[in-house]
């Protein structure tokens, strides 16, 4: 039996072609958490000149963020929240907001995606930028959310003596969270997701 599609053309493509595609579809969907965490990995060991490398900054960010009671959906915010700088050197909380943007309400997605220049004000000034930036976003109704997301948690996640939760104890809340997206254009009937090759 075929394995693959046959359309040269995505407008020649036909229902038999789909029900091959829709059940490789729900297997990648399937392992997103595990690609995403194993990303997150590559965080280990990426100082940038940081007192701590990124991995260990995303694991003190959950960690206190855990610590502190928020719930599921906002301690992988925080564990995400600088998966981008690998790929996103020039935009880097864009891509961590991508990444969680099906799973997570509009008031967390805009902190993600904003945190770098809430985060500026603790330090664009030593750079000869604006550390007010973040005033532009001010009438914004997620401004406050962001900006308690920085000055609790990220602001304080470089501490290189700190004691932190290992990856492991994080890594099911990624699997819950990317198990149910909400927000997304790319939502397959479960019927179709079974449908045999
Ligand atoms: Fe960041
Ligand atoms: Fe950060």
Same mark, same amino acid.
């Given at each position: ?72 959906? =906002? ?67 997620? =401004? ?41 254009? =790319? ?11």
């Amino acid at each position: 039996m075929n394995t693959r599609a046959r359309f040269t053309r995505m407008e020649s493509s036909t229902k038999e072609d789909w029900g091959l595609i829709v059940p490789e579809f729900a297997k990648m969907a399937s392992s997103l958490a595990d690609r995403v965490l194993a990303h997150l990995r590559l965080l280990d060991g990426d100082f940038g000149g940081f007192p701590v490398d990124r991995l260990t900054h995303s694991l003190q960010t959950a960690t206190l963020a855990l610590k502190a009671g928020r719930d599921e959906e =906002y301690v992988v915010c925080a564990l995400l929240h600088d998966i981008g700088d690998t790929l996103g050197t020039y935009n880097h909380p864009d891509i961590g907001a991508a990444i969680l943007k099906p799973f997570i309400g509009e008031a967390n997605h805009w902190m993600v995606q904003h945190h770098g220049v809430f985060q500026g004000y603790n330090f664009f000034h030593h750079l000869g930028m604006d550390r007010n930036m973040r005033d532009m976003f001010r009438s914004n109704p997620h =401004y406050e959310h962001a900006a308690e997301f920085v000055d609790l948690f990220d602001n304080a996640a470089f501490d290189p003596h700190a004691d932190f939760l290992p990856l492991s104890d994080f890594e099911d809340m990624v699997r819950r969270l990317m198990a149910d997206p909400k927000n997304t254009i =790319y939502k397959v009937p479960i019927d179709q997701q079974a449908a045999p090759r």
